[in-house]
C-alpha cells in the first residue's frame, strides 16, 4: 500500500498541474461512483483507490510530501513534518471517501440518507507532538500553528456567489450525456457540468467555487504536568470545519515522550543516581543533585550505605490533580583512585583503628 503510485491511478503524469490532477479525479470519480455502479464491488474498490490518490497528490503540500518520499506514506493517509514538532496523521481525515468527491461536486451529487449523515460531521484532525522528558513531566504550553480545511466564508461552502447554480443546459441537470455514434448509444459523463448536473452561474471569487479554504490557527496546546507517553489531549472544535452548519471536529494531540539521560520514571514519582565520595556517605553531608525541579542541596545522614535510596519528599511529579511524587536518588559509592602518600598513609591508619 505504501508503495501506490497515485498519478499513475489517476491516470497522469508525475509532472502534471493541479488542475490536470482535479480534472483526472473528477473524471474517474464520476465514472466509478457507487452510485452509478450499484453492486459492482469492483467499482468500488477503484473509487477508493483514486479518492486515496486525489486525497494526497490533490493537496498541493501533502503531493509535494509525497514526491520527496513516498515512504512516510503509511496507508497512504499519513504523512509527517506538517509543521514543526508535529507529525500530522490524517487517518481520519475527510470522514469518508466521498469528501473529495463532495467538496468538488458540492454535494449536489446522487445523496442518498448515509451520504446526507456523513456530509453533516466535520472529521477530528490527529496530530502527533513530541515531548521531552522534562516537558511531559512538569507540563508546558506548545503554541503551534496548524492548518484546517474551513468552509469559505464568502459563500458558506457553496462555491457560489449568492447560491446560484443552474441546470446544466448540456444534459438537462442529469450529469450524463446521451451520444449516437452509428448503431451505438454511448451514455458518458456530461463535460459542460462534469456530472454534477448543475452549473455554478457565478462563482465564488473568495474561494475560486471550491467552497473550502485553508485555514492556518495559532492553538496553544496546554500539557498538563504528569502526562505519558501516548496520552491523548483532545482540544474541542479545532478539527476540520468544512461543513459551516455543523460543529467543527476536534483537534486530537497524541503524545510522544521522549527519555532522559538523568532520570527514570514510574508513574509521578522520578528515579535518579548520583555518586558520592567515601567521606560524605561516612561522615554525613551535603549532597548536591539534579532535579526535574532543579538542582538543589541535600542533607545525607552519616553512615549513608551505597546503592541504597536517599528519598527526597515531594520532588517528583506535580500533578494537576495535587498528587504529587518522590524522587529517589540511588547514592553510588565514588571509590577515590590515585591517592597521594599522604591520603593512603591516612586511610591504612583508619583501616587499622577499624580492625582494632
Ligand atoms: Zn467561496
Ligand atoms: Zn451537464
Not at 27 to 54: C, M, T, W
Not at 57 to 83: A, C, I, L, M
Not at 238 to 247: C, N
Request: hydrophobic share 30%; net charge neutral.
Amino acid at each position: 500500500m505504501n508503495n501506490k503510485d497515485y498519478y499513475k491511478v489517476l491516470g497522469v503524469d508525475r509532472g502534471a498541474s493541479d488542475a490536470q490532477i482535479k480534472k483526472a479525479y473528477k473524471k474517474l470519480a464520476l465514472q466509478y461512483h457507487p452510485d452509478r455502479n450499484v453492486g459492482d464491488q469492483q467499482a468500488e474498490k477503484v473509487f477508493k483507490e483514486i479518492s486515496e490518490a486525489y486525497s494526497i497528490v490533490g493537496d498541493p503540500q501533502k503531493r509535494q510530501e509525497y514526491d520527496n518520499g513516498p515512504q512516510t506514506y503509511v496507508g497512504g493517509h499519513g504523512f509527517s513534518g506538517f509543521t514543526t514538532g508535529f507529525t500530522v496523521n490524517m487517518n481520519s481525515g475527510f470522514d469518508s471517501i466521498f469528501s473529495h468527491f463532495d467538496e468538488i461536486f458540492g454535494g449536489a451529487f446522487g445523496g442518498n440518507a448515509n451520504r446526507q449523515t456523513r456530509r453533516s460531521v466535520n472529521p477530528d484532525i490527529d496530530v502527533e507532538l513530541n515531548l521531552t522528558f522534562e516537558e511531559a513531566a512538569l507540563g508546558c504550553t506548545k503554541a503551534s500553528m496548524l492548518q484546517r480545511h474551513i468552509a469559505c466564508e464568502t459563500c458558506k461552502g457553496s462555491g457560489t456567489r449568492g447560491g446560484a447554480t443552474s441546470n446544466c443546459a448540456n444534459c438537462g441537470g442529469t450529469g450524463m450525456y446521451v451520444q449516437q455514434q452509428g448503431y451505438l448509444r454511448i451514455k458518458s459523463v456530461c463535460s459542460t457540468c462534469e456530472g454534477s448536473g448543475k452549473i455554478i452561474v457565478d462563482a465564488c471569487l473568495n474561494c475560486s467555487g471550491d467552497g473550502i479554504k485553508v485555514e492556518t490557527q495559532t492553538v496553544d496546546i496546554k500539557v498538563p504536568a504528569g502526562i505519558n507517553h501516548g496520552d491523548c489531549l483532545r482540544v474541542a472544535n479545532k478539527g476540520e470545519h468544512v461543513y459551516s452548519d455543523a460543529p467543527a471536529g476536534h483537534l486530537n494531540i497524541h503524545l510522544r515522550v521522549g527519555h532522559s539521560s538523568i532520570f527514570k520514571r514510574k508513574e509521578n514519582d522520578i528515579y535518579s543516581t548520583e555518586y558520592v565520595d567515601i567521606a560524605t556517605l561516612m561522615l554525613g553531608g551535603e549532597l548536591k543533585a539534579q532535579t526535574i525541579h532543579g538542582i538543589k542541596n541535600f542533607k545525607i545522614k552519616p553512615g549513608f550505605q551505597p546503592n541504597s535510596e536517599f528519598r527526597v519528599a515531594e520532588e517528583g511529579i506535580h500533578n494537576a490533580d495535587g498528587t504529587k511524587g518522590n524522587h529517589y536518588i540511588v547514592l553510588k559509592l565514588q571509590v577515590p583512585v590515585d591517592l597521594n602518600a599522604e591520603q593512603e598513609e591516612a586511610f591504612k591508619k583508619f583501616a587499622d583503628l577499624l580492625k582494632s
